[in-house]
């Protein structure tokens, strides 16, 4: 089992960016699919960027180009660099886990992972 807590979130304006954290209990690397989600209000969740236990990337294609998702192997983090962002990209984000090895058909679908944070609101402004 492995706890997860997110941080980096809040409010900032049209074009620009914010890095979100997750801290995770144990050590995730090439042992859980990780990834990030987010739900905004009234919207179901949805995938926005996840890393496989075999590396493999994967991004929606809403934030392709725009976010970029990486693991700190030493700090036991999961980390979501976010750049020009957008007002419709305001929603609460989730990092999840799950120690299955996803592959790319399944890495940004939130039913297949077991392992949620309690998320970090980002809102972005015009």
């Known amino acids: 089992q492995v706890q997860l807590v997110e941080s980096g979130g809040g409010s900032v304006q049209s074009e620009g960016s914010l890095r979100l954290s997750c801290a995770a209990s144990?050590?995730?690397?090439?042992?859980?699919?990780m990834g990030w989600f987010r739900q905004a209000p009234g919207k179901e969740r949805e995938g926005v960027a996840a890393i496989s236990r075999a590396g493999t990337i994967t991004y929606a294609d809403s934030v392709k180009a725009r976010f970029t998702i990486s693991q700190d192997n030493v700090k036991k983090t999961l980390d979501l660099q976010m750049n020009s962002l957008k007002p419709e990209d305001t929603a609460m984000y989730y990092c999840?886990?799950?120690?299955?090895?996803?592959?790319?058909?399944?890495?940004?679908?939130?039913?297949?992972?077991?392992?949620w944070g309690q998320g970090t609101q980002v809102t972005v402004s015009l």
């Open positions: 144990t050590f995730t690397y090439r042992r859980y699919s």
């Open positions: 999840a886990a799950d120690v299955r090895s996803l592959t790319s058909s399944y890495l940004l679908n939130p039913k297949w992972y077991n392992y």
